[in-house]
């Protein structure tokens, strides 16, 4: 993600966070903006971020690891959401420049990688009632959520 950085996000409504409200971390701007939507979105009932681990199995180590889902909430309809916020490029294969090229191959194993962690989180969802859902650049702005530069 562009300008990357991470911080402590203060939680304006408390009674909406559930987990450690003096310890809400963001790792990007995009989370920032996203829990702040949530935060102060009338139609969002409860959030969180990054309380929710998933087991995964990682198809380029074969290994067990965490996956941490960045946010979840519970609209004023009930329904609840785990979401993966991600640059829409991480989503879909890398384009193959004709060689193996350093980038390429960390770009494909981040995919990979990423790849594992969704279906995990796929079927972590449909096992709790949950809809999961991997919002990009794209969806942020569709939400009128502002996204910095």
Same mark, same amino acid.
Not at 99 to 105: A, D, G, L, N, V
């Given at each position: 993600?562009?300008?990357?950085?991470?911080?402590?996000?203060?939680?304006?409504? +408390?009674?909406?966070?559930?987990?450690?409200?003096?310890?809400?971390?963001?790792?990007?701007?995009?989370?920032?903006?996203?829990?702040?939507?949530? *935060?102060?979105?009338?139609?969002?009932?409860?959030?969180?971020?990054? #309380?929710?681990?998933?087991?995964?199995?990682?198809?380029?180590?074969?290994?067990?690891?965490?996956?941490?889902?960045?946010?979840?909430?519970?609209?004023?309809?009930?329904?609840?959401?785990?979401? #993966?916020?991600?640059?829409?490029?991480?989503?879909?294969?890398? +384009?193959?420049?004709?060689?193996?090229?350093?980038?390429?191959?960390?770009?494909?194993?981040?995919?990979?990688?990423?790849?594992? +962690?969704? #279906?995990?989180?796929?079927?972590?969802?449909?096992?709790?009632?949950?809809?999961?859902?991997?919002?990009?650049? *794209?969806?942020?702005?569709?939400?009128?959520?502002?996204?910095?530069?």
């Amino acid at each position: 993600m562009a300008n990357y950085y991470k911080g402590k996000y203060k939680v304006k409504n +408390k009674h909406k966070y559930v987990g450690d409200v003096n310890n809400v971390i963001y790792r990007s701007s995009w989370e920032r903006a996203a829990l702040k939507w949530l *935060d102060e979105n009338q139609d969002i009932k409860y959030f969180g971020s990054e #309380e929710i681990v998933i087991p995964y199995r990682c198809a380029t180590d074969n290994k067990i690891h965490r996956y941490y889902v960045d946010l979840w909430f519970e609209n004023s309809n009930g329904e609840k959401y785990i979401i #993966e916020i991600k640059p829409k490029k991480e989503t879909a294969p890398p +384009k193959n420049p004709g060689r193996r090229t350093k980038k390429y191959i960390s770009e494909s194993l981040t995919y990979i990688k990423n790849q594992s +962690k969704w #279906e995990a989180a796929q079927e972590f969802a449909m096992k709790h009632g949950l809809k999961f859902d991997i919002w990009t650049e *794209d969806t942020l702005r569709s939400l009128g959520i502002k996204i910095l530069k």
